[in-house]
Every structure is written in C-alpha cells, then in structure tokens.
C-alpha cells in the first residue's frame, strides 16, 4: 500500500502563490506516475500536473507556464508550486499515485479570492 500526506493549501489573493506538498510513505517503489488532480465545487476532478518516474512531466492547457510539478526522492515528497494564481485555480486538490492500484491522498483546499 501507499500512504500519501498533502499539505500547502490556504487561501491567497489572485496573482499569488502557493506549493503544494505531497508525502508517499509505504510500497513507494511500485510507484510510476505520481500526479495532482482538483475537483472544483460542482466539477468533476482534472488532471492537473503528473509526473513519472523517469522525470517526464505533462500539465494541463489551463496551468501550463504557471504551475510546476517536481519531487525530491531523499524525503519521498512530490511538489506543485503554483504561481499566477487564478479565481478558476480554486479547489480542492488531490496526490495521486499510479502503480499496480491507483492511491489518493486526503486532499487540501486552494481559494483564491479575486
């Protein structure tokens, strides 16, 4: 099994910043695409930014140029630094780990205000 801890999310004027972190704990080595996904109020949940495991990286149209998606593998955490923060970047947002079965975390809240 895979245990996956998010953190960093809050509330931020739009134009703001905010990282996302995500903690994997557990079978980490069965683990091949790591990724973020936000479910907005009433939306259903997007593909936001996935990385794998050999460094190659895919986005959304919609964050494209804003967002980044990177790991450090010494502390077992993925990030999503998002800059140029947008009302429309608002949700709940999720860690998502792809392997031999699909793992989520709990999920943090993003608002930003305009």
């Known amino acids: 099994q895979v245990q996956l801890v998010e953190s960093g999310g809050g509330l931020v004027q739009a134009g703001g910043s905010l990282r996302l972190s995500c903690a994997a704990s557990?079978?980490?080595?069965?683990?091949?695409?790591m990724g973020w996904y936000r479910q907005a109020p009433g939306k259903q949940r997007e593909l936001v930014a996935a990385l794998t495991r050999g460094g190659n990286t895919n986005y959304a149209d919609s964050v494209k140029g804003r967002f980044t998606i990177s790991r450090d593998n010494a502390k077992n955490t993925m990030y999503l630094q998002m800059n140029s923060l947008k009302p429309e970047d608002t949700g709940v947002y999720y860690c998502?780990?792809?392997?031999?079965?699909?793992?989520w975390g709990q999920g943090t809240q993003v608002t930003v205000s305009s």
């Open positions: 998502n780990s792809k392997g031999p079965r699909d793992y």
């Open positions: 557990g079978s980490i080595f069965s683990i091949n695409v």
